[in-house]
């Protein structure tokens, strides 16, 4: 009793915007908040910052807090909340998803890749198959086969107007898609994947 005693009365603290009592939770439970994101996303720089997040996140809530008797396990879900959204932001930006689209299309994976982004190919790829008829051609025309609006415009005979605003529309569809569908474990392989992209670009 006397230990829930005394979380209650820390918890108090913090509610009433103590900074030495933020200083304590940020010192107790920061290594077990990062080592709980980091499982989550297999990645330290990812898991730094979504975790400084997380902490930022809790003081600015810290009224939310009057409801609360256990800290490590709420500490436990703001922190698969936040990871959560932290990588659907990350990922889930159009041109993330390019990105993602280009490098199925253009790398040759190795078996051991092949098998870690399969599930996550197959996410992309139904998204793509259930968009409406004539977006998804203009959308293959384009990302895959590398036509230009120009090209595409005269091959289905629209507008480069319609052609445009096709693959906004597609995009828009797959991002509403995969933020449906993909779950926190895919969101953190396509994270990875774009880290990877992205370095190698630079």
Not at 37 to 46: A, G, H, Q, R
Not at 159 to 175: D, F, G, M, P, Q
């Amino acid at each position: 009793m006397k230990t829930v005693l005394e979380e209650r009365d820390f918890i108090e603290h913090l509610i009433k915007g103590s900074d030495q009592a933020f200083q304590l939770l940020f010192e107790k439970y920061w290594t077990h908040v990062f080592g709980t994101v980091k499982k989550l996303v297999k990645s330290p720089e990812i898991a730094e910052d979504i975790t400084q997040e997380i902490f930022v996140k809790v003081w600015n809530r810290r009224k939310d807090l009057s409801s609360i008797n256990n800290i490590e396990a709420y500490l436990y879900t703001v922190s698969k909340n936040t990871t959560l959204d932290a990588l659907r932001k990350k990922v889930l930006l159009t041109d993330n998803i390019e990105h993602l689209i280009h490098y199925f299309k253009d790398q040759a994976l190795t078996p051991q890749q092949s098998l870690e982004y399969q599930e996550l190919q197959q996410n992309i790829q139904q998204a793509i198959d259930i968009l409406p008829e004539k977006v998804k051609e203009v959308f293959v025309l384009s990302r895959f086969e590398g036509l230009s609006h120009e090209e595409i415009s005269e091959k289905l005979n629209i507008s480069i107007t319609s052609s445009k605003t096709y693959i906004v529309r597609a995009l828009k569809l797959i991002r509403a898609h995969m933020a449906n569908n993909t779950d926190l474990p895919l969101l953190a392989m396509a994270a990875l994947l774009l880290e990877k992209i992205i370095s190698h670009t630079k």
